[in-house]
């Protein structure tokens, strides 16, 4: 069964065991390697476990480095081998050239939905913020999700970018994530809290920063008129104390020139 044998290696490589581990996960994933040639985890496990074998000399390193870029230039239209290098340049910290890889697939095969996670999880930690720029020209698709509007939002706040970009991605990610589904309000938490120290216009802020608050306080279905009805808030909670997230309720108070607070309690009627 394919993975079975690469599992069998990680519990070798992170066990406890009183034999040379590297060496028999470097057995099994050989095996695996030649049992399932396309499977990206495999290969990629592989190399690192011969570098491991190696003693991790420098040589071993660069030689499979070599093979890692010749593998996805030798397979330009499976998505496995692009897979493959991305993961392996990542097991040997090379993420700027698992994002060039990245790079090269979305170029070489822009409707290919295969690698979207991998995609956003290297441009969006070592990418730039025009690499996720570009995704939307290549297929439609990326607009639809609300994962790519998170990671550029998180990219523009990692790398400073302006209000209006912000304010932008950030309403087209809460578009694709209504009220019921954004459990807790986590979604509006960290939206209000990037948008905050971006310097977006309050009143945005504010909008997300009460609907994250009526989520904590109400459920994940409030009624939009009771986020600035204290009455009917008392009459719900009945007197129990409510967890509610620091910043939003914070901010809430603060426009109404409340202190904020962690817990908010609501008294008994």
Known sequence: MEGARRIRAALYQFGKLPLDKNSMALVLLEEEV??????ARARSAWWLARYKDSGEIIRQRDEILGEIRQLYESHPDQPWAYEAAALGYNWFNRNAQAVDVLRAFVKRLPGDASLDDHILFYFGNWGTAADLEALPSGSVRWVERASYWERLVRV???THAGPERLLHAGREWLKRSPIERDTGGDVRVRLAEIWLANG??????EGVAREA???SELGPRPSLSLIADSAALKKMAKGSIVDVHRSPLGWALFQQKFPPTRRWAIARR
């Open 156 to 158: 523009y706040d990692r």
């Open 213 to 215: 608050v009526a989520i």
């Open 34 to 39: 030649r049992a399932f040639p396309t499977s």
């Open 200 to 205: 977006v216009e309050p009143g945005a802020v």
